[in-house]
Structure formats: C-alpha cells, structure tokens
C-alpha cells in the first residue's frame, strides 16, 4: 500500500528551492541514521527556524528500516511543531542507486529521491534519471539528478576519482530528464578524508588546506542552466576540533581534511541551494561519545554518553545554519 508523503505532514523541494536560489542560502540537507541525529537536526533547525532535508542514504535504509525512516518523518514534523515552529520538513533519497530503490522509498512516503546514474554512460545516465523523474512526477515527489563524479567514501558510495562536471551537458541533460535539481562536481568529495595531503598546502598552523573549488565551472553551468536549483555533496568541513577530540580520546584519524566552510558560504550565496553534510555530523557524534566513555570508564547507560552527543551535534547544525549555509530565518 503506497504512503503519500503529503500525508505524513513532509513538503517537496520544489518551493523551498526556488526561495533559496533567490534569497541567497542553501538549505541543509542532513544525514541521519538514528533518533539523536533527527532529534538534534529538528532542534537546531526550530530553534534557528530553518527549513531542512531529512537525507537517508542507502546505507541508512538497510540500518534503519524503511518503515520505521517514514514514521521517523512524520514524528519530526510532530516534533517540530510540538517545539514551537512549523519549518518545512523534506524526506530525501540520498544516492539512489536504482530505479526499484527510488520507487520504493517515493512509495513510501519520500517526498523527495536522487537517482545517481553518475558513473554510468551519459546516455544511460539519462534514461535512467528520466526513467525515475516520470514515475515521481506522478505523485509530485522531487528528483535530483548527477552529473560529474566525486571522489571519495560514504556509506556504500565509493570513487576512486572525481570527474568534473562539464557545464556543455548541463542543458541537455536537464532538458532531456525533467530533473528538478542538478547534483554537480567541482572539487567537493565524499568522507572525512576528502584530499590527500599531497594535494593540499600547509598553512603557518601546520594545517592542511585543501585546494579550492572549481567556482568557474559553477558559474559556467549558473550561465547555462539560470536559476535552475544546484546541488553540493560531499560538503563537510571536518572540523578539526572533533578530530583532535577523537584522536585525544583513543581514535585514530589521518589527514582528514574537509571544506572550507567561507567556500560553502559563497556556494550558498550562488545558485547552489542545497548543501549535503553527514560525515560532520559523525565526527561530531564520535568525539562527544569518545570523550564521555574516556572520562567514564564505567558508564554503561547509553543515555550517559548518546546524549551529550546529541547536544554537540545540536550546536553543530545551528552553526551551520547559521553561520554557513544562511538558512536560518528561512522557514
């Protein structure tokens, strides 16, 4: 039996897209795979009122169950409103690797999916993205398509390299598959560990900065394609504070290196309205648990060390709402 996800109280992308290309933000696109992570993503976006994309990747589908994701969504649509502000809530697809997977998760109550046909032929890119856009139409779900390939790993996403976008396909691709948004390469990547050290520069910090993203494309393909709605994956920043905090406390984490956060920022203010951030958000959960169970050697009462996690991710998204994407004040 199909689920609608208008019936769970969630909205598609298509209005809350068109007010961030005009309004000069990206709206968050969060991952999250358990209750902490969508308890701290709708207090920090209440809180900031800021409209925000729940995104479920495939990795989380099968961790999670489908079922119990959908009634997930609907309880924070509840528990946004029980927190005081009704702020656009969409339930996104996150890499969807097929057909069968996109129709199953419209199906049951997504109100948004992405088909990556990324590392396909460019013809078969089309026809499957095609193939998908025609079937979510029909119930008014959201598709956002890919073109180029970033490198790097996330759950079961994995690439070796990463292939520009190239901004003379971006017309016909959008043309020939009805996408609602366009996923785009320009140097951003999948993982904690976006860059080799070989391909960054040391700072007077000793830190390691990555090279800067392909902004000429992106400007390219805004030419080409004019308030059409532009997606970034793979855009954590790493914090460094988390990795210390992990790597303190027993972890053991090397050369991580993320996003210049002033480089999301002018994204943002671009055409660019949708930002992806998930490996954050798991450095941040890592380093609050690593640290309680450091501290705590006897502490066995998940509450103890998941909680204040939940608190260092809460503070984390109303940063980057506030401070990176723009998006507070937006709901």
């Known amino acids: 039996m199909m689920t609608s996800y208008k019936e769970l109280g969630l909205v598609n992308t298509k209005e809350m897209f068109a007010k961030a290309v005009t309004g000069g933000y990206a709206i968050p696109a969060y991952n999250f795979n358990n209750m902490e992570q969508l308890q701290a993503i709708i207090q920090a976006c209440v809180e900031t009122k800021s409209p925000v994309i729940l995104q479920v990747s495939r990795g989380a589908r099968d961790y999670a169950n489908i079922n119990l994701l959908r009634n997930m969504a609907r309880g924070s649509v509840e528990y946004a409103n029980e927190l005081g502000c009704d702020i656009p809530i969409t339930l996104h697809l996150d890499h969807g690797d097929s057909f069968e997977t996109c129709k199953e998760c419209i199906d049951n109550g997504f109100s948004s999916v992405m088909i990556d046909g990324s590392h396909f032929s460019y013809e078969e890119n089309v026809a499957l993205t095609k193939k998908v856009v025609e079937y979510a139409h029909q119930f008014d779900v959201t598709v956002e398509g890919e073109l180029g390939v ?182």
């Not at 793979?234 to 210390?244: A, H, K, W």
């Not at 050369?255 to 210049?260: A, E, H, R």
């Not at 203010?269 to 798991?282: E, F, H, M, Q």
Request: proline letters at 7%.
């Open 150 to 331: 970033l490198a790097g790993i996330e759950d079961d996403v994995v690439a070796e390299h990463s292939t520009y976008t190239r901004p003379e396909e971006v017309i016909d691709f959008v043309t020939k598959t009805g996408v609602d948004s366009l996923a785009i390469s320009i140097g951003t990547s999948h993982g904690a560990n976006k860059f080799k050290p070989a391909q960054c520069t040391l700072n007077e910090q000793g830190v390691l900065i990555p090279p800067p993203l392909r902004f000429d494309i992106l400007e390219e393909i805004e030419k080409q394609l004019p308030g059409f709605p532009i997606v970034l994956h793979g855009s954590s920043s790493v914090p460094m504070e988390y990795v210390n905090m992990i790597n303190q406390y027993g972890g053991d984490l090397k050369d991580s290196v993320g996003i210049p956060e002033e480089q999301l920022r002018k994204a943002a203010l671009s055409a660019v309205c949708k930002i992806n951030i998930d490996s954050d958000g798991r450095l941040a959960m890592t380093a609050a648990i690593r640290k309680v169970l450091a501290e705590k050697p006897g502490e066995f009462d998940p509450r103890k060390y998941i909680g204040p996690a939940r608190t260092e991710l809460k503070k984390m998204y109303m940063h980057k709402n506030i401070n990176v994407l723009g998006s507070a004040d937006h709901a």
